[in-house]
């Protein structure tokens, strides 16, 4: 089984990650990965942070003499800008004046600031922050990199690239594999249409002149794939469902939209003593966290396959073209699929529940639940 985790705060001394299940003798090439890391800094509209970091990777186990060993490998990127943190991301207990500690207690609308610290109790939002940071993805970008290198040995290839950037253009970009891997490492936005990419250019300017920020869409295409991986058999062996795509609050919209008119501003209810937020374009969740707000999901379900004007096929004995079979179908099952999709939220937020409160019984994840809803109205 192939699995990785990281660890690592965004101005601790270093990303770290541990990779599970490469087969031994896997060629390694630091190079590559240390390529990737580059990569992943690159982009028209980054900030001061990519100007510090020279992101390199080290790897400490796993591999011997560029071969992998099949045992897990573990890696580490530093972090530069530590040597300006080192007392406020201190391990051991330090004493530190107030006005140096750097403490954030006022929520970034749209981050975990404010729903880690709810969840974690915590007054200082730095613990929280620190590690929600995207700067947590250096470490996956090298764990996906040596992936990349493993399906590299069996011709698979990966690129990916900019289709749509604050809503320009209107209609997201469609290109062919070829187009995109044509595009140059040093394209600014990593877009293929140069005219288009200017227009993305002069949006990011102005919109940093207005103090806000910017989404868009991203699409990561991969060629040469084997047909046989995933299994349809269990749900959670599949590699994709009949919902093609899901979209939480906003979804989709949030892509072309400033942040300004994404993330949902926080007030106080001094009545109930909860924070609240007048809109919910988050759809209830800010960093992998619930914020109390409504759980908004919504699913987006391909028409169903067995159509009765049949599609064209092949026979695959005679690999003579033919009409696809009809069994008999519906026409539609979206109402049906809603009632799915409230099942496996149902399962996703029983698990969470469990995780939070455990309990073996009815009576004590109560009292654990009606503990943590003390804690949080004191909050």
Not at 87 to 112: D, F, L, N, Q, Y
Not at 240 to 257: C, N, Q, Y
Not at 259 to 284: C, L, M, P, Q, W
Request: proline share 4%; net charge negative.
């Amino acid at each position: 089984m192939f699995r990785f985790t990281t660890a690592g705060e965004s101005h601790g001394r270093a990303l770290v990650a541990i990779v599970e299940g490469l087969p031994a003798g896997l060629p390694v090439n630091v190079d590559q990965i240390n390529h990737e890391l580059w990569r992943r800094q690159q982009g028209y509209g980054r900030g001061g942070r990519m100007k510090i970091e020279q992101d390199r990777v080290e790897i400490l186990s796993g591999v011997r003499h560029g071969l992998t060993l099949g045992s897990p490998l573990a890696l580490t990127i530093e972090n530069k800008d530590w040597a300006n943190w080192n007392e406020v991301m201190a391990v051991e207990a330090t004493e530190i004046a107030p006005e140096k500690s750097r403490r954030v207690k006022r929520p970034r609308p749209g981050h975990a600031d404010l729903a880690g610290g709810l969840k974690y109790d915590v007054r200082d939002l730095r613990n929280v922050l620190e590690r929600a940071s995207a700067r947590e993805t250096t470490a996956r970008v090298a764990c996906g990199a040596l992936a990349k290198q493993l399906l590299g040995n069996f011709g698979v290839e990966i690129r990916s690239h900019v289709i749509q950037l604050g809503g320009i253009p209107e209609k997201p970009l469609e290109l062919t594999f070829d187009q995109i891997a044509a595009i140059p490492e040093d394209a600014p936005l990593r877009c293929a249409d140069t005219e288009i990419q200017q227009r993305m250019i002069d949006l990011i300017d102005q919109t940093k002149r207005e103090g806000d920020t910017l989404g868009g869409i991203f699409e990561v295409v991969a060629r040469g794939v084997i047909p046989g991986l995933g299994s349809h058999t269990s749900w959670d062996s599949k590699l994709d469902h009949a919902v093609k795509a899901v979209a939480i609050g906003a979804g989709v919209e949030a892509s072309s939209l400033p942040g300004s008119e994404v993330h949902d501003e926080i007030a106080y209810n001094e009545e109930t003593k909860e924070f609240i937020r007048a809109t919910n374009r988050a759809g209830g969740l800010e960093g992998g966290v619930t914020n109390g707000e409504e759980l908004r999901v919504r699913g987006h379900l391909k028409p169903i396959s067995t159509l009765r004007r049949a599609l064209r096929s092949v026979d695959i004995d005679t690999k003579q073209e033919e009409r696809a079979a009809f069994e008999r179908s519906d026409i539609t099952v979206v109402p049906a699929a809603g009632v799915i999709g409230e099942a496996m939220v149902a399962l996703v937020l029983a698990a969470a529940m469990r995780e939070k409160f455990g309990g073996d019984s009815l009576g004590e994840m109560r009292r654990n639940f009606d503990g943590y809803r003390e804690q949080l109205r004191g909050y």
